[in-house]
Structure formats: structure tokens, C-alpha cells
């Protein structure tokens, strides 16, 4: 069975332009989530989609962020217009079931963004 | 609010010997409890957790966990290290009964000393 992926891997792009990272989940799994982790510190929540409705998006930092599941398949990320703070590791977690309590996430390899 | 903290940044360890990653969390109600791991140029993989029942969980790797709810705390363990455990693990819990989403600490880098 083939784990979360995610592309690209790394994204090197310049302060002001846009980036879109995207994120496949394990087939079958309902609920997708995006993190990120910025400077080293901890890994922080960024939204939740329950197949393609935004269950909880209350750790998106700002409106140039904007995620989607169209389809409740893949689901993307993109920042527009990128800003230097937004520099880190994007992870992507998937799990299965919406009803079962505390369900398993598994995360992707990340994307390491490098805004500059 | 919640959080969890993860208070050693480095973690040194001979190999064959026995390591603690500690961990403590602060959360209302029931803790819903997270190990994960990440190696080198890899993405997060999850090792064990803590829902309800036994206190002491087992996971991946022969890598086990004990949940203290009195000290509020769950430490990762192993009996004997070994050198390719050496990676980034973080602790995490499960924000409130009411969402998925977690809350990590801010990670242990293990280092196991052949």
C-alpha cells in the first residue's frame, strides 16, 4: 500500500511569488491534514478536510494560504503571495476513518519550502 | 491550554543500553497520546499510542511508552538502543475530544553512540 506522498520536495522560490504544494493521501482515507514546521520548532496544525469539507482550518495563519480537496482525493496547498516567514517543512497526514476515535495519522515525507 | 512539551533537545545514548525520551503534555479530559519519529530526509512515522487501557503501550521498533496520567507525563523507551534509532522523535496529543488535530512538542534528536 502506497503511503502519503507529497510534491515537490523542495521548493526554493523567491519572497512575493506563489507555490503549490500538493499532497496525495493513502487511498481510502477520508480525512487529509495539513502541518508545517517553520525554524525548527514544533510541528503546528494547519487544516483539517473531512473528504473535501474543511473540518477545522483554525491553524491557517493567514489569507494567503489557501487549501483545497477538490474531489476529496488530492488536496493542495498554495501560498500566494509567499512571505520569507513562511519558510519550512509542509507535512501532509491522512487517516481513515472520521468516526473512529484518536485514528492513526500518517504523515507524508513533507515539503521543505525555502521562501527567499 | 494545551500543549506538550518535550523539555531535552538532545538525547545521547550508547548503543545497547537502555534510552528515555520524555515527554509531558497538558491537555482537559482524557489524553489521547502520539510517539512519532522521523529519520533523516523522511517524512513522520508513527510509532505507538496511548488511547485508553494498559498504561504501557508497545509499538514499532520495540520502542514502548508509559502513560502516567499523575504526572502527566509519556515517555518514550527502549530496553537497548541501537544505532539506527538515532532520528527526530516527537511527542504528540490529540488537541480535545472534539478535533483530530495534534499537538506536538517541539522534538528530541536521539543520538546513539556505537
Known amino acids: 500500500e502506497a503511503g502519503v506522498t507529497q510534491f515537490p520536495s523542495h521548493s526554493v522560490i523567491e519572497k512575493g511569488q506563489t507555490v503549490t504544494l500538493r499532497c496525495d493521501p493513502i487511498?481510502?482515507?477520508?480525512?487529509l491534514y495539513w502541518y508545517r514546521r517553520v525554524m525548527g520548532k514544533e510541528i503546528k496544525f494547519l487544516l483539517h478536510f473531512v473528504k473535501e469539507s474543511k473540518q477545522d482550518e483554525s491553524g491557517m495563519p493567514n489569507n494567503r494560504f489557501l487549501a483545497e480537496r477538490t474531489g476529496g482525493t488530492y488536496s493542495t496547498l498554495k501560498v500566494q503571495p509567499a512571505e520569507l516567514e513562511d519558510s519550512g517543512v509542509y507535512f501532509c497526514?491522512?487517516?481513515?476513518?472520521?468516526?473512529?476515535?484518536?485514528?492513526?495519522?500518517?504523515f507524508g515525507p513533507g515539503t521543505r519550502l525555502t521562501v527567499l | 491550554a494545551q500543549s506538550v512539551a518535550q523539555p531535552e533537545d538532545q538525547v545521547n545514548v550508547a548503543e545497547g543500553n537502555p534510552l528515555t525520551v520524555k515527554c509531558t503534555y497538558s491537555?482537559?479530559?482524557?489524553?489521547?497520546l502520539f510517539w512519532y519519529v522521523q529519520y533523516p530526509n523522511r517524512g513522520l512515522q508513527f510509532l505507538l499510542k496511548y488511547i485508553t487501557g494498559d498504561n504501557l503501550v508497545k509499538g514499532s521498533y520495540g520502542f514502548e511508552a508509559e502513560f502516567n496520567k499523575s504526572q502527566t507525563s509519556f515517555h518514550l523507551k527502549k530496553p537497548s538502543a541501537l544505532v539506527s534509532d538515532s532520528a527526530l522523535y516527537f511527542c504528540a496529543v490529540r488537541a480535545s475530544s472534539r478535533t483530530d488535530k495534534l499537538i506536538f512538542g517541539t522534538g528530541t534528536r536521539l543520538q546513539v553512540f556505537p
Open positions: 497526514a491522512s487517516s481513515q476513518n472520521p468516526a473512529v476515535t484518536a485514528d492513526t495519522q500518517y
Open positions: 491537555v482537559s479530559g482524557n489524553p489521547y
Open positions: 487511498s481510502g482515507h477520508d480525512n
